[in-house]
């Protein structure tokens, strides 16, 4: 499968992005999907997943009742909806497909990573 993430851009603290990833191939709903992010000279961490009928999904704390991932099988999609985004959330996010039966918050257990896009949160 190929990922290509969009929605990112440059928003003031306090405010909203909604990144989206769509996904090539038809298979797109036997794949879990992730959500990474690198901030600059840190490592890529875990953001969220969410299962693949949907029904299930994980947040690391820090985004926690900030954040929400969905997605749109229909449309071979998934979403991240920020907000009240902070100058900490600034980072190049990552969408990525797992079909592993792992640990979904590791980013070893993803099979394709789409490109990143660049989210910057203003003070």
């Known amino acids: 499968v190929q990922l290509q993430a969009s929605g990112g851009g440059l928003v003031q603290a306090g405010g909203s992005l909604r990144l989206s990833c769509a996904a090539s191939?038809?298979?797109?709903?036997?794949?879990?999907m992730g959500w990474f992010r690198q901030a600059p000279g840190k490592e890529r961490e875990f953001v969220a997943f969410?299962?693949?009928?949907?029904?299930?999904?994980r947040y690391t704390d820090s985004v926690k009742g900030r954040f929400t991932i969905s997605r749109d099988n229909a449309k071979n999609a998934v979403y991240l909806q920020m907000n009240s985004l902070k100058p900490e959330d600034t980072a190049v996010y990552y969408c990525?497909?797992?079909?592993?039966?792992?640990?979904?918050?590791?980013?070893?257990?993803?099979?394709?990573w789409g490109q990143g896009t660049l989210v910057t949160v203003s003070s």
């Open positions: 990525a497909a797992t079909v592993g039966n792992y640990d979904f918050t590791a980013l070893r257990n993803y099979d394709y």
């Open positions: 191939g038809r298979t797109f709903s036997s794949y879990v």
């Open positions: 969410i299962s693949w009928s949907g029904a299930s999904t």
